[in-house]
């Protein structure tokens, strides 16, 4: 059993001298759920994408925007967050995309990147997803403490405590 519990310790090892860094960009073909959202629109009107780097390697990706509403789908995403952008006034970080390419860096990159928008951007009250109507999206964030708050034709948003 011990050789079993040091493999796991082993396994995850990287986690620990992970940091968050802001990218100016992405291979966009690797994104799961958003392939088709070029780099332009995820770094234009204040749209940020972050990445866990462990060593020299990015093992979590997350796109987010900063909106003064909940989108549903993509075209209110843009909207919305052009809007707060122009007024100043985006208090919701919506994470529309993320993915990894290690185990357990998905989790990771949500974690951090909510706790460095929570420290750094006082102006934020809320940390939203804009997740696809899959039941692994679903899972993945209702397991990591998430609480569904809507249901939409095409997405379903979740809510992470900010407290």
């Known amino acids: 059993m011990k050789k079993f519990k040091n493999s796991i310790s082993n396994f995850f090892s990287w986690l620990s001298k992970a940091e968050l860094v802001e990218l100016d ?24 994408i972050y990445g866990l780097k462990s060593s020299d390697n990015v093992e979590g990706f997350i796109c987010v925007a900063f909106c003064n509403e909940v ?6 995403l843009d909207l919305m967050s052009k809007n707060a ?30 706790k460095f928008v929570k420290d750094e951007m006082k102006n934020v009250k809320r940390f939203i997803t804009l997740s696809p109507l899959t039941p692994i999206a679903t899972h993945f964030h209702i397991k990591h403490g998430a609480k569904l708050i809507k249901i939409n034709a095409t997405s379903q948003n979740f809510e992470y405590d900010f407290n």
Do not use: C, L, M
């Not at 960009?25 to 940020?48: H, L």
């Not at 989108?71 to 209110?76: D, I």
């Not at 952008?85 to 985006?90: M, V």
């Not at 993320?98 to 990771?108: I, L």
């Open 85 to 114: 952008f122009h007024e100043k006034n985006g208090d919701i970080a919506v994470a529309y995309t993320v993915w990894s390419r290690k185990r357990g860096a998905g989790k990771e990159t949500i974690f951090n990147t909510k």
């Open 71 to 76: 989108p549903q789908t993509v075209k209110e």
């Open 25 to 48: 960009s992405v291979d966009t073909n690797e994104d799961p759920i958003r392939p088709e959202i070029e780099n332009e629109f995820r770094t234009a009107y204040g749209r940020k």
